[in-house]
């Protein structure tokens, strides 16, 4: 863990010492003259603040490298204490103006030359633009730190497996695998057989060992729980779970029954998943056929997901990152996606029927799909309100958008 105070302590003492130099100029003694008496003694300065100049490294040993954090109680992270704040700044800022849209007693104070729904722009034909106040706002980002966690202590497993490259734990029936990657890929794969298997290639064929905890089993590279290098290629039996951190490796998994990924800058594919959450700081995120409900957390990566059935529950939040999704949304169909100025796309199936809510504080929203617009954004004072909502089909089920600045888009698939 690394903590560093210089940018705030340079922008708060570099103008001080300036300060301070320009008044030792000023105040030069002169030449003392014969008629003058001798000056009075000045008092001591005030001792300097204790590490007001010091700066603080806790580095980690090479050898003992901290593990992946788990991002499972993510406002724990001391950075992500700023995220969450910017997950509801959209929509406080822009349901204010719906408050006051609503309040009865600014009735006197309107512009009624204004009071009139904003109508939609039209770029192109058949295409709706609803635009939300501009406004131009900084957002700050989150910091982030990791934290070192304590391994599994390998004296409490029920059973082990060991090879060099290689190595096969028979098991009785579907597991929930752990495993830690530095910098290496990680492949996922289902058999019918009833074992774990992990293979190594393009790396040294050093000593595996998987370790069995009840159903959960963990492996471990030359005595380390890290993966530091080469691509490991995983077989588990089906129904099987997978808990995996990243810190720059690439994940590929396919046909499990439950996912929970956190990677900071690799790359994620999923593939007929049941169950998925990812977590990613700035790694791509394809998800094909997902049959259960997805929670996306990203902070600057680009998410990509396609969903069978017709009620499917996605969760998606993101500084910038966008999302592109697509599927059926009709009876107990819930979307949400709040991002601070991320993308919004969505591509809907026309037989989908669901009430759209968009709240946003200057982006758009573009409608492809020919929506019902049940209440547009509308001007107060020359203020567009930042809100709206819309209906397709019967209205079954949820669609719900927040975003500072981002765009929306809907149309068909």
């Not at 000056?39 to 003992?64: K, M, V």
């Not at 495993?179 to 290639?201: C, I, M, N, P, R």
């Not at 905890?213 to 290098?229: E, I, N, T």
Request: with cysteine; net charge negative; aromatic share 4%.
């Amino acid at each position: 863990m690394i903590r560093i105070a210089v940018m705030t302590a340079a922008l708060l003492v570099a103008p001080r010492l300036a300060e301070a130099k320009r008044s030792q100029w000023a105040q030069a003694p002169q030449a003392p003259q014969a008629s003058q008496a001798p000056r009075a003694p000045q008092a001591p300065r005030a001792p300097r603040a204790p590490g007001a100049w010091s700066f603080e490294f806790e580095l980690p040993e090479l050898e003992d490298l901290p593990e992946i954090p788990d991002f499972d109680d993510i406002a724990d992270l001391p950075g992500f204490a700023d995220l969450e704040r910017l997950r509801i700044l959209p929509r406080l800022l822009a349901r204010a103006g719906r408050s006051n849209d609503d309040d009865a007693d600014d009735d006197d104070d309107t512009d009624h030359d204004h009071d009139k729904d904003h109508p939609p722009g039209k770029d192109e034909p058949g295409v709706h633009v609803y635009r939300m106040n501009q406004q131009s706002e900084r957002i700050l980002l989150p910091r982030l730190r990791m934290r070192d966690e304590d391994g599994i202590d390998e004296r409490n497993a029920t059973a082990q497996a060991k090879g060099n490259g290689s190595a096969t734990l028979p098991v009785k029936g579907p597991v929930t695998f752990q495993v830690q990657a530095q910098g290496g890929e990680v492949e996922v794969v289902t058999t019918d057989k009833l074992q774990v298997s992990v293979s190594l290639s393009e790396a040294p064929a050093d000593e595996i060992v998987l370790f069995a905890f009840g159903d959960r089993v963990a492996p471990s590279f030359r005595g380390r729980r890290l993966l530091r290098r080469g691509k490991l290629h995983v077989e588990l039996p089906k129904g099987s779970r997978l808990d995996l951190g990243s810190l720059s490796g690439d994940v590929s998994v396919q046909k499990l029954a439950e996912v929970r990924i956190h990677t900071l800058s690799g790359d994620v594919k999923l593939s007929s998943i049941g169950k998925t959450e990812v977590q990613s700081i700035s790694g791509d995120v394809r998800i094909d056929d997902a049959s259960g409900p997805v929670r996306l957390h990203l902070v600057s990566g680009r998410a990509s997901v396609t969903t069978s059935g017709t009620a499917p529950q996605l969760e998606f939040q993101s500084t910038s990152g966008s999302l592109d999704w697509g599927g059926t949304c009709a009876r107990d169909c819930h979307l949400s996606a709040e991002t601070v100025s991320g993308e919004v796309r969505l591509s809907l199936d026309p037989k989908s029927s669901f009430e759209l809510s968009y709240t946003s504080h200057s982006g758009e929203l573009r409608d492809e799909l020919g929506l019902a617009v049940k209440r547009a954004p509308t001007r107060k004072h020359g203020m567009a309100s930042g809100w709206m909502e819309a209906s397709f089909g019967k209205g079954e089920g949820v669609i719900e958008t927040d975003a500072f600045s981002g765009n929306l888009a809907v149309k068909k698939k």
